[in-house]
Every structure is written in structure tokens, then in C-alpha cells.
């Protein structure tokens, strides 16, 4: 009976194995090779062109690319106004930590976050000096701009739809249907849609500024418009999948306690900001984290609305990526730029699973 029962086990270990081989293939194919192989790559002064057709034209340069990427010559540091404003963030940090809103953990998250900030910012070339790569900053800059500007409505206005659907009848799951419906279509079909909506000549919206005799805005082209209309376009596309977490959570609130604050004379804003909000906690940091590891990698919406202009005014770390490896052919640099992105989103997975913890214990 023994050696059955053991034989038995085996046997569902050998079938487990089995249903997990096919995964793990893909993956380490399609994910863990090709990460490995641009670090790889990242060491050496790689011509895409030359390499192609003679393997031996790659050239060994350590950490040159790098160097290249994120240093300058001659560089300096000093305190700016803006320093101020980023010092505020470590008060705010420090006081939500003593009044018990998060814990140690997250508290150093933040607070790692708040000093990597405040070097960086006070870092510039001198008069003699220069960036090595002043693009990559700015392509930077635009990237994190894009970011702070997509989050933020992402996250309230799905968290505003969950709340306005969460009601068990046959129109709302119409409307949940509706919003949701954004999120299916490719990026390709959206970057269409707000292209000729947000066309002065073609779009609705130059058709409403000449109906009220005014000139239609040129989003496009104008440096002040352009990335907010990259903005809009996503955050109509990507609205669909935040609405439903946020909506799956705020159905396992209990109904008493909604019915408890309302009896006690609690209002819309005051029923979000101190029962809604604090019962679904750690699905609101989920989609904070989630967006910004997300929008941090945008590529399409630019490329295909913008094309990185005007000049480089909405051009992203991953069009930059692409641009440095497949137009300009520097192989090996585009490698260094792939790691320095994955660090990125790696820093703010495990600022994800170090929360998560925090608030499991």
C-alpha cells in the first residue's frame, strides 16, 4: 500500500511538471533569454548593421555604456527652489509614518524615493560641462511627466465609475460593459480615434470651437498640447481595467457599514475619503503601482499620434529605446537603456510587494 500510495505521488508530480514545462519554456524564451541577452549586449559597443553580418564587430566596453547614458563632464550640484517643494514630500512622509497610515517599510520606501529625487535634481553641468547624453533626460523628464499627468485621472475617474456602477441590475452591468469596452481595442485603433477627434479641420471638438467662433486648437504640433493630448487618449483607452478591480473590491465592502455612515449623517466625499478609500486600501496602492509600472513603458500613443514631436517634446524612454536601437543602430546602448528601465519598474514592484506585506501584517 505504501509503495502505491508513493508511485501515486510521483505520478502527479511527473503530470504536474507536465502542465508547467509548455510555461516555462515561453517564458525563458520570450522573457528571461531576451533580458538576459540585452544585459548582455548592454557591455559592448554593438552596431545592429555590423554585427549582422559579422558576429565578431561587437566590441567588449564594460560599463562605457552606461557612462555614456546617465553621466556628463564637468558636473556639478547645488540646491534649486525646487529642492523645497521635494522636501515637503519627506514631511508629508514622515507624518503619515508617525500617524500610523503606513509602516516602517513603505515609510523607507518613500523616503528612498524623496533622496533619490532630491540628488538627482540638484545635479547639472557647469559652465564648461555637459551632459553626455542631455536626450536621455529629457526623454526621461517626458516620461515621468507623462506619467504624473496619467495616473492621477486614471485612477479617480475609474475609481469614480466602480462607485457609480457598483449596484446589482441589469443597466449597470450595460454601462460596465460600455466602459470597459475602451480597453479591448488596440492601441493602434485609439491613437485613430483621438487623432481625428482631436483634428482641427476633421475632429468634433474643432468643430465645436468653430460653431462658438473660435479658432480650433492644434494639439498636435503645439508643444503645450501635445503630451496632454497623448494623455487623454490614454487615459479613454486604459480606464477599463482599473474600473473593474476597483469594482470587484468595493463589492466585498459590507453593505452595513455604508448603511452605518450614512446613518450617522455622512455625505458622498466623506463616505469615500474615510470608508471607501480606507476599506479597499491595498487594491488603490495595487492600481497607483500597477499604472505607473504601466505608463511608464507607453510607446504606441506617441509614436503613432506625435511621432516624439514637436521635436522631442512627447518622445518616451521606450521610443528612445527603439529609436537608439533599430534607427541609430546602437545595439549596445539601447541594452543599457532596457536595464535601466527594468531597474525602474523593479524598484516600484517591490515597493508594491513591500506595502502589500506591510499591510498583511
Known amino acids: 500500500m505504501k509503495s502505491l500510495s508513493l508511485n501515486h505521488k510521483s505520478d502527479n508530480k511527473f503530470t504536474s511538471y507536465l502542465f508547467i514545462i509548455p510555461f516555462l519554456f515561453f517564458y525563458f524564451t520570450l522573457l528571461v533569454y531576451p533580458f538576459l541577452k540585452s544585459f548582455w549586449i548592454?557591455?559592448?559597443?554593438?552596431?545592429?548593421?555590423?554585427?549582422?553580418?559579422?558576429?565578431d564587430a561587437k566590441e567588449?566596453?564594460?560599463?562605457?555604456?552606461?557612462?555614456?547614458?546617465?553621466?556628463?563632464?564637468?558636473?556639478?550640484?547645488?540646491?534649486?527652489?525646487i529642492h523645497i517643494f521635494i522636501c515637503s514630500f519627506f514631511l508629508i512622509d514622515y507624518y503619515g509614518f508617525k500617524k500610523g497610515w503606513w509602516r516602517k517599510s513603505t515609510f523607507f520606501i518613500f523616503l528612498m524615493i524623496i533622496i533619490i529625487t532630491f540628488i538627482l535634481f540638484g545635479i547639472h553641468p557647469s559652465e564648461r560641462g555637459k551632459w553626455f547624453d542631455k536626450r536621455f533626460w529629457n526623454v526621461l523628464y517626458n516620461t515621468a511627466i507623462f506619467v504624473c499627468l496619467s495616473v492621477p485621472p486614471i485612477t479617480i475617474i475609474s475609481l469614480y465609475l466602480a462607485i457609480s456602477l457598483n449596484y446589482k441590475n441589469k443597466l449597470m452591468?450595460?454601462?460596465?460593459t460600455l466602459f470597459y469596452l475602451s480597453s479591448v481595442v488596440s492601441v493602434a485603433v485609439t491613437t485613430l480615434v483621438w487623432t481625428y477627434m482631436l483634428s482641427p479641420q476633421q475632429g468634433i471638438i474643432g468643430h465645436l470651437y468653430k460653431i462658438?467662433?473660435?479658432?480650433?486648437?492644434?494639439?498636435?504640433?503645439?508643444?503645450?498640447?501635445?503630451?496632454?493630448?497623448?494623455?487623454?487618449?490614454?487615459?479613454?483607452?486604459?480606464?477599463?481595467?482599473?474600473?473593474?478591480?476597483?469594482?470587484?473590491?468595493?463589492?466585498?465592502?459590507?453593505?452595513?457599514?455604508?448603511?452605518?455612515?450614512?446613518?450617522?449623517?455622512?455625505?458622498?466625499?466623506?463616505?469615500?475619503?474615510?470608508?471607501?478609500?480606507?476599506?479597499i486600501k491595498r487594491t488603490f496602492i495595487f492600481i497607483v503601482l500597477y499604472e505607473i509600472i504601466s505608463q511608464f513603458q507607453i510607446f504606441g500613443q506617441s509614436q503613432l499620434m506625435t511621432s516624439g514631436g514637436p521635436g522631442i517634446e512627447t518622445m518616451t524612454l521606450v521610443m528612445y529605446i527603439y529609436n537608439t536601437g533599430f534607427r541609430d543602430n546602437e545595439f549596445g546602448k539601447a541594452g543599457a537603456l532596457c536595464v535601466?528601465?527594468?531597474?525602474?519598474?523593479?524598484?516600484?514592484?517591490?515597493?508594491?510587494?513591500?506595502?502589500?506585506?506591510?499591510?498583511?501584517?
Open 42 to 55: 548592454s557591455f559592448h559597443e554593438w552596431n545592429l548593421l555590423e554585427v549582422a553580418f559579422n558576429p
Open 340 to 361: 535601466l528601465l527594468f531597474l525602474c519598474m523593479a524598484f516600484f514592484s517591490y515597493a508594491y510587494m513591500k506595502i502589500s506585506s506591510s499591510q498583511d501584517n
Open 60 to 81: 567588449f566596453t564594460g560599463i562605457k555604456n552606461y557612462v555614456k547614458t546617465l553621466w556628463g563632464r564637468r558636473l556639478t550640484w547645488s540646491i534649486s527652489p
Open 173 to 176: 452591468g450595460f454601462f460596465r
Open 212 to 279: 462658438f467662433g473660435k479658432e480650433p486648437l492644434v494639439w498636435f504640433t503645439n508643444p503645450d498640447l501635445a503630451m496632454p493630448s497623448i494623455v487623454i487618449a490614454t487615459v479613454w483607452w486604459v480606464i477599463g481595467f482599473p474600473m473593474i478591480v476597483f469594482l470587484a473590491a468595493l463589492q466585498e465592502i459590507p453593505s452595513e457599514r455604508i448603511e452605518a455612515a450614512k446613518i450617522d449623517g455622512a455625505n458622498a466625499l466623506n463616505l469615500i475619503v474615510f470608508i471607501i478609500i480606507p476599506s
